[in-house]
């Protein structure tokens, strides 16, 4: 019964790091480890749940117990763990999928340590279909909120770059523009915070700044 036990938080362990293996490929907050951990201690729970009191009921006759009573708490105990992977930063909720990432392999972890290997997996299988599915769509047609910080020595040349947003059809959320003396020069520094495609994020939102003379970014968030 011993090998049967090991097996079950062995396959959630490795279900569990699978799930993180793709979390830490992304760079996310809970990676491999922390996706490793969650399967196979809920898995271990699980067969504590159902296992851990046997010697007790054989003890004492009259005793009842409910075996779902432990696995039930790493419900609630995995709320406290996704909640330290959510974060609030400019305006913006991040950390969500990894935190619904790892109540989900707990339910994995859970599946396993009841023997139901089939339906872990094809659970597993399709957490991972679904982040990687979803990371393929939104790269390609998504967008993501950015914040812009660039310097310039004249309004004019400001008011040329967000119109050549616009004509970029890019959709800016706010705008702050602080002028600052320096010697005889005075020079704006504009805030942007937009929506931009990811795609044009990650290649080209750098190029088309330096389109402009006398701009100069300092950083994109």
């Known amino acids: 019964m011993n090998t049967e036990f090991i097996l079950r938080i062995f396959v959630a362990a490795i279900l569990g790091g699978a799930i993180g293996l793709e979390r830490e490929y992304r760079a996310k907050e809970a990676g491999f480890r922390t996706h490793f951990l969650v399967g196979l201690g809920s898995a271990l729970f699980m067969v504590l749940s159902e296992y851990g009191v046997g010697e007790v009921l054989s003890e004492y006759a009259k005793t009842s117990f409910d075996p779902s009573r432990i696995a039930s708490q790493v419900v609630t105990g995995i709320g406290f763990i996704g909640a330290g992977t959510i974060i609030f930063q400019k305006h913006v909720v991040r950390g969500l999928t990894t ?22 997996i094809a659970a597993t299988t ?3 279909l679904c982040l990687e599915a979803m990371n393929f769509i939104l790269r390609r047609f998504g967008t993501r909120e950015i914040e ?3 310097t310039s020595t004249t309004q004019d040349t400001i008011q040329t770059v967000l119109s050549k947003l ?36 990650q290649d080209h939102i750098l190029s088309f700044m330096r389109e402009f003379r006398g701009v100069s970014v300092e950083s994109i968030e």
Do not use: H
Not at 104 to 120: F, H, K, R
């Open 99 to 120: 935190a619904a990432g790892l109540w989900v392999t707990s339910a994995i972890g859970l599946t396993c340590g009841a023997g139901m290997y089939v339906l872990a």
């Open 126 to 128: 399709l957490v991972l």
């Open 148 to 150: 812009v910080t660039f």
């Open 166 to 201: 616009g004509d970029a059809n890019v959709e800016i959320d706010s705008y702050n523009m602080k002028p600052q003396d320096e010697g005889d020069d005075k020079i704006y520094t504009v805030t942007l915070e937009m929506k931009i495609r990811r795609k044009d994020y």
